[in-house]
Structure formats: C-alpha cells, structure tokens
Nanobody, 126 residues
C-alpha cells in the first residue's frame, strides 16, 4: 500500500461546500476501489462514507451523506464534493484505495486499507 495525500479541507459555514482531493496515481489498475472515510473525533473509528469502483464508476454512500456528497474519479485524482455541509460533518477526512479482487463490494475492499495519510480537516461552523 502507498500512503495517500488528501487536500481541500477547510472551515465552512453550514450549508456550504468543499471539494476534497486525493492523488491516487499509484492505483491505476482497473480493478481498484477508492473510498473516503472520516473520523469525527480523536480515538473514534474511521467510518466509510463513500466509495467508487474504477472499472465502471459505480459509487455507494453512507446514509449520513447520501444526496449531499458526491465521489468521483478523474484519472489519477479522487474527489469528494461536499454540499449542504452540516456541523456534524466536521471531521478529519481520509482517502483509501484497495484492489477489489474477490471482495464482494468496494466497501469491503477499502475496509482493508491501513496505510492512512494525514487526512484533511473539514470544520463546519457558523
């Protein structure tokens, strides 16, 4: 695994938008899954909020972000568009990548990722 580098976080008011970015140039094979996770407080587990399959672009989302966040892949860049931000979206956001192989879903594949980067902080506050 290669450590990934996230960017694009910041301070935004409720209802605002941000776009997070991650360099996934080391994960170009067609059978890779990419995902975004977040950790809302130190010591908590990271939760997966979105994933996408490079082969066909199929994406899935956690209920908490469905309809507000959009994951996309453009060549070597993975993005997460965050719209309609809420204070409860405040968290450190991380990207992940994993080979899908025999895993039934991308969610299960990216759950195996362990080489976490520094993350990018998103803070939603008036």
């Amino acid at each position: 695994e290669v450590q990934l580098v996230e960017s694009g976080g910041g301070l935004v008011q409720p209802g605002g938008s941000l776009r997070l970015s991650c360099d996934v140039s080391d994960y170009t094979k067609i059978d890779y899954c990419m995902g975004w996770f977040r950790r809302q407080a130190p010591g908590e587990e990271r939760e997966e909020i979105a994933d996408i399959y490079r082969r066909d672009g199929t994406a899935s989302y956690a209920d908490a972000v469905q309809g507000r966040f959009t994951i996309s892949l453009d060549g070597n860049r993975l993005y997460l568009q965050l719209n309609g931000l809420k204070p409860e979206d405040t968290a450190m956001y991380y990207c992940a990548a994993a080979y899908k192989g025999v895993w039934p879903t991308c969610r299960s594949a990216v759950a195996t990722f362990r080489n976490w980067g520094q993350g990018t902080q998103v803070t939603v506050s008036p």
